[in-house]
């Protein structure tokens, strides 16, 4: 990616949670709901990535079944084998395909080429790329 993108706050505050700091979970909810409307981005990177975050995590939810990460923290192998057959798909495929799927229905690379002024196909470069990422970065919190 072209500019040095840090997410690596989101991560630590999903931490947090995760092993039981639960005073910190409406500052993730107020972190979702400016993730996914892109406020405070400072490029088209940045707010894709901020999107995929905020998307990834309800996903997560929605994958579990559950709205608690210290819980979604405690899931243990089997029911992780249990919950991606009664999802079809295995978490980080699921995750991602999910980001994937929302920016392009909701045809988010124009809307981010016009607000940042970038060439849309730069944009959808970057779509796959940064849905790996954040996958990534989501999935190393939880296991």
Same mark, same amino acid.
Do not use: C
């Given at each position: 990616?072209?500019?040095?993108?840090?997410?690596?706050?989101?991560?630590?505050?999903?931490?947090?949670?995760?092993?039981?700091?639960?005073?910190?979970?409406?500052?993730?909810?107020?972190? =979702?709901?400016?993730?996914?409307?892109? =406020?405070?981005?400072?490029?088209?990177?940045?707010?894709?990535?901020?999107?995929?975050?905020?998307?990834?995590?309800?996903?997560?939810?929605?994958?579990?079944?559950?709205?608690?990460?210290?819980?979604?923290?405690?899931?243990?192998?089997?029911?992780?084998?249990?919950?991606?057959?009664?999802?079809?798909?295995?978490?980080?495929?699921?995750?991602?395909?999910?980001?994937?799927?929302?920016?392009?229905?909701?045809?988010?690379?124009?809307?981010?080429?016009?607000?940042?002024?970038?060439?849309?196909?730069?944009?959808?470069?970057? =779509?796959?790329?940064?849905?790996?990422?954040?996958?990534?970065?989501?999935?190393?919190?939880?296991?």
């Amino acid at each position: 990616m072209s500019d040095q993108i840090e997410f690596s706050s989101f991560y630590r505050l999903l931490n947090s949670i995760k092993e039981g700091d639960s005073e910190k979970i409406s500052l993730l909810d107020q972190k =979702i709901d400016e993730f996914k409307n892109g =406020i405070n981005s400072k490029s088209f990177l940045e707010e894709l990535g901020f999107l995929y975050l905020s998307l990834g995590i309800t996903e997560l939810y929605n994958f579990t079944n559950q709205k608690d990460l210290h819980s979604i923290g405690l899931i243990d192998k089997e029911e992780w084998e249990s919950l991606s057959i009664k999802n079809e798909e295995e978490l980080p495929v699921f995750l991602a395909n999910k980001m994937i799927r929302y920016v392009k229905e909701n045809k988010k690379a124009k809307e981010l080429s016009k607000k940042w002024n970038v060439r849309e196909g730069e944009i959808k470069q970057h =779509i796959t790329k940064m849905a790996r990422y954040i996958t990534e970065g989501i999935i190393d919190v939880i296991e």
